[in-house]
């Protein structure tokens, strides 16, 4: 197994103080000034609150963002004018927006949109649990619906388990997020191996997945359509909002501790770990598996393809619209822009991935995966390193590229983040 730690400069990023529509595809350029990360820790526990303005500005401008491609709500708009004038003094983007939680029933068929539709992860089903030999009739599961915002996509489908307990007080909670074309339902073995060992285990379906999907083209078809209208952002960033409004909903609960919520998932559902922890400072321990990569790096080293096919028809789509006779780092760009924008540039790894710090971040990549090559991730974890180091918490960040793997989740990827977890999260 190989370990990589690295060190170099962090740019500063200015914020914008209006709405943002459509992000600037160029990323701020490096200066000798530096992300001053005036955290520091104590043990295990980090004390969040003397983070300085230019990872909170980074994080407004981002959360505008999300804000731009959201509904038409007079409150969310005074909100965005005011947080992006006073980004510290307003407080979380959802401050706002009422939590609305309506109970649900379990998914008897659960929709995944691949053929042949997937049965069973070893990876997973390896996942260390406690010996609990009636841990099925003792499991607790809920099943709930939050309303993250207008319409049908704002209704985010949640499933937890968590162990019956006689005085079980506030427990720690991880949020395991699930890869394309899959659902929570997928992630049920990590559920119940981490329900087992006290955690309250929480999975939802992101986007156009799950039960917010119809059929088996609904996400390919929701990323054709944000590249047509430019009106949502289903690639990555519309979950990154119900993140935040899912950690509003968790750090509530009576029976977690606001102050251990731990956030992991594989492939997209990494990436939706790493930019839901980039959103929102109450994911407290960040494990992205297979998930972090640099979208910039990828487009000037030539290094795009792999990810473009997890999901062409939208690159398709626009290398028509564009008039191109074969797919170019050109369409890409502009698909990015439009369905994500920053996300090649000024939110790609090498600036979001320092911010996560002082948090515990573990990075589980495979060392010859083609979506996430581990060449990409020089400059991102150079300037992660030197984030944490000025944090006096070195140790609390770690890549992990496991060799001869290529895009998939190991056995051994699911020991590491369920040990990272338990270091930083058991008392």
């Given at each position: 197994?190989?370990?990589?730690?690295?060190?170099?400069?962090?740019?500063?990023?200015?914020?914008?103080?209006?709405p943002?529509?459509?992000?600037?595809?160029?990323?701020?350029?490096?200066?000798?000034?530096?992300?001053?990360?005036?955290?520091?820790?104590?043990?295990?526990?980090?004390?969040?609150?003397?983070?300085?303005?230019?990872?909170?500005?980074?994080?407004?401008?981002?959360?505008?963002?999300?804000?731009?491609?959201?509904?038409?709500?007079?409150?969310?708009?005074?909100?965005?004018?005011?947080?992006?004038?006073?980004?510290?003094?307003?407080?979380?983007?959802?401050?706002?927006?009422?939590?609305?939680v309506?109970?649900?029933?379990?998914?008897?068929?659960?929709?995944?949109?691949?053929?042949?539709?997937?049965?069973?992860?070893?990876?997973?089903?390896s996942?260390?649990?406690?010996?609990?030999?009636?841990?099925?009739?003792?499991l607790?599961?809920?099943?709930?619906?939050?309303?993250?915002?207008?319409?049908?996509?704002g209704?985010l489908?949640v499933?937890?388990?968590?162990l019956?307990?006689?005085?079980?007080?506030?427990?720690?909670?991880?949020?395991?997020?699930?890869?394309?074309?899959?659902?929570?339902?997928?992630?049920?073995?990590?559920?119940?191996?981490?329900?087992?060992?006290?955690?309250?285990?929480?999975?939802?379906?992101?986007?156009?997945?799950?039960?917010?999907?119809?059929?088996?083209?609904?996400?390919r078809?929701s990323?054709?359509?944000?590249?047509?209208?430019?009106?949502?952002?289903?690639?990555?960033?519309?979950?990154?909002?119900?993140?935040v409004?899912?950690?509003?909903?968790?750090?509530?609960?009576?029976?977690?501790?606001?102050?251990?919520?731990?956030?992991?998932?594989?492939?997209?559902?990494?990436?939706?770990?790493?930019?839901?922890?980039?959103?929102?400072?109450?994911?407290?321990?960040?494990?992205?598996?297979?998930?972090?990569?640099?979208?910039?790096?990828?487009i000037?080293?030539?290094?795009?393809?792999?990810?473009?096919?997890?999901?062409?028809?939208?690159?398709?789509?626009?290398?028509?619209?564009?008039?191109k006779?074969?797919?170019?780092?050109?369409?890409?760009?502009?698909?990015?822009?439009?369905?994500?924008?920053?996300?090649?540039?000024?939110?790609?790894?090498?600036?979001?991935?320092?911010?996560?710090?002082?948090?515990?971040l573990?990075i589980?990549?495979?060392?010859e995966?083609?979506?996430?090559?581990?060449?990409?991730?020089?400059?991102?974890?150079?300037?992660?390193?030197?984030?944490?180091k000025?944090?006096?918490?070195?140790?609390?960040?770690?890549?992990?590229?496991?060799?001869?793997i290529?895009?998939?989740?190991?056995?051994?990827?699911?020991?590491?983040?369920?040990?990272?977890?338990?270091?930083?999260?058991?008392k």
């Open positions: 197994m190989t370990i990589i730690t690295y060190m170099v400069r962090v740019p500063i990023i200015r914020t914008c103080a209006h943002i529509t459509h992000f600037p595809t160029t990323p701020p350029k490096p200066t000798a000034d530096k992300y001053r990360f005036q955290t520091h820790c104590s043990g295990h526990r980090q004390d969040r609150k003397m983070e300085t303005v230019d990872a909170v500005e980074l994080r407004s401008q981002f959360l505008q963002v999300l804000r731009s491609r959201r509904s038409s709500d007079a409150k969310i708009a005074v909100f965005s004018r005011l947080n992006a004038a006073f980004p510290i003094l307003i407080g979380p983007i959802s401050a706002l927006l009422p939590l609305s309506e109970p649900a029933k379990p998914v008897a068929e659960p929709l995944y949109q691949e053929i042949p539709r997937p049965r069973f992860s070893a990876a997973m089903e996942c260390p649990r406690a010996n609990i030999t009636d841990l099925k009739d003792r607790h599961e809920e099943n709930l619906y939050l309303t993250t915002e207008a319409g049908e996509q209704r489908p499933l937890i388990l968590s019956t307990e006689d005085n079980p007080g506030k427990r720690p909670a991880v949020v395991f997020l699930h890869s394309t074309n899959k659902c929570k339902e997928w992630l049920r073995p990590l559920l119940e191996a981490y329900a087992s060992r006290g955690y309250i285990a929480v999975a939802i379906d992101s986007r156009y997945h799950g039960e917010r999907a119809s059929s088996l083209t609904t996400y078809d990323l054709v359509s944000s590249w047509k209208k430019g009106d949502t952002m289903p690639f990555i960033f519309d979950t990154a909002w119900d993140l409004k899912l950690a509003d909903y968790l750090t509530q609960r009576e029976d977690i501790d606001p102050d251990r919520i731990a956030i992991t998932g594989e492939s997209l559902g990494g990436m939706h770990a790493w930019f839901g922890a980039f959103a929102d400072t109450r994911y407290s321990v960040v494990v992205p598996i297979i998930g972090v990569q640099g979208f910039r790096w990828a000037d080293n030539d290094k795009w393809q792999a990810r473009v096919d997890s999901i062409k028809a939208v690159f398709e789509e626009a290398r028509i619209d564009l008039g006779s074969a797919i170019d780092k050109e369409v890409v760009e502009k698909v990015w822009d439009r369905i994500a924008p920053g996300l090649a540039s000024s939110f790609d790894s090498p600036y979001t991935i320092p911010i996560i710090s002082p948090r515990p573990l589980l990549n495979g060392a995966d083609p979506r996430c090559p581990l060449a990409g991730l020089d400059t991102p974890m150079s300037r992660a390193s030197k984030a944490y000025e944090a006096n918490c070195s140790d609390n960040l770690k890549l992990i590229a496991e060799p001869g290529g895009h998939q989740v190991t056995s051994v990827m699911v020991k590491e983040a369920s040990d990272w977890i338990d270091r930083f999260l058991k």
